[in-house]
């Protein structure tokens, strides 16, 4: 059985960091890609990150290049991101999910089938 569990968020100040992990189970953690959504209220789900497990290739959303990394430790089979100078609208609830395909193709983000709960975090101003 696949799982993936978000944890790391929280209530931080703009300007801060946090660092969210999305440990994984049940698969082949090279075979597939991961990536981070969020959903921000009265708005859509939208994808913040992802990796490519087999070679760590990546994709960010343009708000947020420069300021989150993705990363993997294969050995943990735990994917990270890693959150620097937040701010206000960074607040969304964040999941990460599972991509069978393995590969990363910027607008297709319908073959991620797994997912995990969700880790909410609030940036305050």
């Known amino acids: 059985e696949v799982q993936l569990v978000e944890s790391g968020g929280g209530l931080v100040q703009a300007g801060r960091s946090l660092r969210l992990s999305c440990a994984t189970s049940?698969?082949?953690?090279?075979?597939?890609?991961i990536g981070w959504f969020r959903q921000a209220p009265g708005k859509e789900r939208e994808v913040v990150s992802c990796?490519?497990?087999?070679?760590?290739?990546?994709y960010y959303l343009d708000s947020v290049k420069g300021r989150f990394t993705i990363s993997s430790d294969n050995a943990k089979n735990t994917v990270y991101l890693q959150m620097d100078n937040l701010k206000p609208e960074d607040t969304a609830v964040y999941f990460c999910?599972?991509?069978?395909?393995?590969?990363?193709?910027?607008?297709?983000?319908?073959?991620?089938?797994?997912w995990g709960q969700g880790t909410r975090v609030t940036v305050s101003s």
């Open positions: 999910a599972a991509d069978p395909s393995g590969t990363i193709v910027p607008g297709v983000w319908s073959w991620y089938e797994y």
């Open positions: 049940g698969f082949t953690f090279v075979d597939y890609a």
């Open positions: 990796i490519r497990l087999s070679n760590k290739s990546t």
